[in-house]
C-alpha cells in the first residue's frame, strides 16, 4: 500500500475531531489514542503539538498521530526532542497517557507505522524521540537511532473478568488467601456484603463527584495532581464526554456507614480500566476500602461481559494483589548521533548515571 506521511500545524478543531473519530471507527487503537482522550487533552492545556497523518492515494486517513516537541533538559544541556502523544511540558502531560502508538486504520498498521516512521527520521530538527507508555513490540520502536534506551517499564495489572464469569462471579476465589482474607474482613467490618455502586449521570453528579474526590486526595500524596487545576479540568472533561459516549465513568461507592470511595474509569471496546481514585479513611486498622472499591467494580464490569478490569500502569502492592494478570509497558528514550549526546553516554557509563538521573 502506498502511503504518505506528513506533519502540519493543527487544524480547527472541528475538522481534527471529524478526522480522528473516522480513523477511530476504523481502527482498533486503545482509548489513550481515541477522540474523548485527545480532545480532553487539548481542551485542558494550553498545547500545540503537530499534526502527523499518514493518507492514501484518495487522501484518505490511514494513521493520525500528535506529535510534541520541546527543548528537554540533559545532563549536557538541551536536547531538542519530539514526543509521540505528549507535549514536552512535565505538566500538560500529567495526564499520563499509556498504550501509545500510531492511531492505523485496520489492516493498514504496518505501512501506516513505515510511513509515520520515515517521515520521522526525515525531520531534522529532533535529536531524542520519547515514546511513552508503549507495549514492549510496539512498531514505533523501530526508528532507525544511534541508541535506543529504555527509561522505565511498568506492569499492568489486570483481572480476567471471563475468569471471574466462569467462576460463577466469584472474583475473591481468584485471588490469594491473604488477599481474600483482606477483603472479607473489611466486608465483615463494614456490614457483611460489598459497597453499592452509583453511577454519575448528570453534569452535576460529575460535579460533587470531583469534589469528593479532590477533598480526598488533598494532603495524601507529595506530587499530588489534583492539586492541578488544569488535570482536574482534564478529568471533568473526560467525564463530560463520557456521558455521551459512555466511554468514561464516575463511580461512588457507599455502604450503611456512608462513602467508601470513587473510581473514574474507562469503558474501551470490551475492557474497563480504572484512571483515578479516592477513598474514604479506613475506618479501622482491617478497614480495606480500596480494595471494596475495585472488587465491587470488577463485579460490575464481568456483569457487562467486559474482557478486562485493568488497573493501568502502576507498580503498586495493592494492584497486584487484585489481579489475576498482567502485561508491561515501557517508556523508550531514541536518541540520534550528535557530539553532545555520545560524551553524555559516555559520562553515564562511567558514573553509571541513567538518562533519567
Request: proline share 4%; net charge neutral; charged share 25%.
Amino acid at each position: 500500500m502506498a502511503l504518505t506521511a506528513q506533519f502540519s500545524s493543527l487544524p480547527d478543531r472541528v475538522m481534527l475531531g471529524a478526522r480522528w473519530r473516522e480513523l477511530e471507527a476504523r481502527g482498533a487503537a486503545s482509548f489513550f489514542l481515541g477522540w474523548t482522550w485527545i480532545d480532553a487533552w487539548l481542551d485542558s492545556y494550553a498545547i500545540r503539538p503537530e499534526l502527523l497523518s499518514v493518507t492514501d492515494a484518495n487522501g484518505d486517513d490511514m494513521g493520525l498521530a500528535l506529535v510534541g516537541h520541546a527543548m528537554q533538559p540533559r545532563l549536557l544541556g538541551r536536547a531538542a526532542t519530539l514526543f509521540l502523544s505528549e507535549s514536552g511540558d512535565p505538566v500538560a502531560d500529567r495526564p499520563y497517557v499509556e498504550y501509545n502508538g500510531l492511531l492505523a486504520a485496520a489492516g493498514a498498521e504496518s505501512d501506516a507505522t513505515l510511513a509515520a516512521l520515515a517521515a520521522i527520521a526525515g525531520r531534522n530538527d529532533w535529536r531524542v524521540f520519547r515514546l511513552a507508555g508503549v507495549l514492549p513490540d510496539s512498531p514505533m520502536l523501530a526508528l532507525p537511532g544511534r541508541r535506543a534506551t529504555r527509561l522505565d517499564a511498568s506492569p499492568v495489572y489486570q483481572v480476567d473478568l471471563a475468569a471471574v464469569r466462569d467462576a460463577g462471579g466469584d472474583y475473591l476465589s481468584l485471588l490469594s488467601a491473604n488477599t481474600r482474607s483482606q477483603v472479607r474482613r473489611a466486608m465483615k467490618d463494614r456490614g457483611g456484603a460489598m459497597p453499592g455502586i452509583a453511577v454519575a449521570r448528570d453534569l452535576d453528579e460529575i460535579d460533587a463527584g470531583l469534589g469528593e474526590m479532590l477533598a480526598l486526595n488533598t494532603g495524601r500524596h507529595a506530587d499530588n495532581a489534583w492539586d492541578d487545576p488544569a488535570f482536574r479540568t482534564f478529568v471533568r472533561g473526560l467525564l463530560v464526554r463520557g456521558l455521551a459516549n459512555g466511554q468514561v465513568e464516575l463511580l461512588r461507592l457507599t455502604d450503611a456507614g456512608g462513602l467508601v470511595g470513587l473510581l473514574v474509569n474507562f469503558i474501551y471496546r470490551g475492557v474497563a480500566m480504572n484512571y483515578q481514585s479516592a477513598f474514604a479513611a479506613p475506618l479501622s486498622p482491617r478497614d480495606k476500602p480500596g480494595l471494596l472499591c475495585h472488587a465491587a467494580a470488577v463485579a460490575r464490569y464481568a456483569g457487562m461481559d467486559c474482557a478486562r478490569y485493568s488497573l493501568l500502569a502502576g507498580k503498586d502492592r495493592y494492584k497486584q494483589s487484585l489481579a489475576t494478570c498482567q502485561e508491561r509497558l515501557e517508556w523508550w528514550a531514541i536518541e540520534r548521533f550528535s557530539p553532545r549526546l555520545e560524551a553524555e553516554a559516555f559520562i553515564r557509563r562511567i558514573f553509571r548515571r541513567p538518562i533519567s538521573a
